[in-house]
């Protein structure tokens, strides 16, 4: 047996296919299906079940997927510990986040993470859809919002209110926004996201006011876009926090109706959490760059005017 070809394994095995395993390693399909087909020969047994609409792991190849794992882990820490023993951090490190989160918050962050390992790689993997970590081999993924997937390990990096945003241009042609019901009379820049595409909901004292935003002159799945629409005066927006702190420190947005509470149509505000995947052991390129990003949550922030 060679690594190369229990890697292969599984890839395929974790990824769901021969392609899907190609794509997350790098390589070409006939590649992967060559490796694993000689780690059979090897093994003297079948370790995939294949058919024209799918792969499937058998007996032998499940019983081999367990306790292959667990080696190759012992070997990636064996491998890491040495590199961490002998100096600076080193190798690869595959992060998965939003395509707003990553450009708002990661980026004025980044400068600083590589003068602390100027010798660790970053592959940023920016995406507004929910990336399959193992199958795209990602080793950290910042989540917004309820993990539904138990088997990855989460770390809070800091809660999450909604601000409703509009820039100062706009308030002064469309009118002030006294109350939510006023956003009736207001142009709305929705995020197209069951939570936040139907309905905005603001709470204060006692009072629970539902604003129906499904007819929004403008929806995007990307906050960063709602973002600059917003600057630009194209209509009041329901951001994140995080999404809209700078603008609002430089006076390009204001915060509009602070005295409330606001929020998607369920009122949930889950906070932006780091995960990573569920193993035994974590590389200690994994752990430094969670606890940098950790460290980044934990400092002060200028509160909005």
Known sequence: MELA???AFLAVARGGGFSAAAKARGAAPSSI?????????ALGVRLFERTTRNVRLTAAGDA?????SAALEELEAAADQARTGAGALRGRLRVSASVSYGQIVMAPLLPAFRERYPALRLDLVLSDAVVDIVGERIDIAIR??????SGLIARPLHPVQYWLVASPDYLKRAGPIRTPRALADHDCLALAYPNFAASWRFARAGQDVSVAVSDAALTATNAALLLEAARQGAGAALLADWTCRPAIADGSLVRVLAGWRASGATGE????SIVTPSRTYRPAKTRAFVDFMVEASRRPTRKPR
Request: glycine fraction near 4%; hydrophobic fraction near 45%; aromatic fraction near 4%.
């Open 64 to 68: 081999f997927l367990a306790r292959a």
């Open 33 to 41: 299906t060559r490796s694993v087909a000689a780690l059979e020969n």
């Open 269 to 272: 505000t889950a906070p932006v």
């Open 5 to 7: 070809q229990i890697e």
């Open 144 to 149: 917004h919002g309820r993990l539904n997937d």
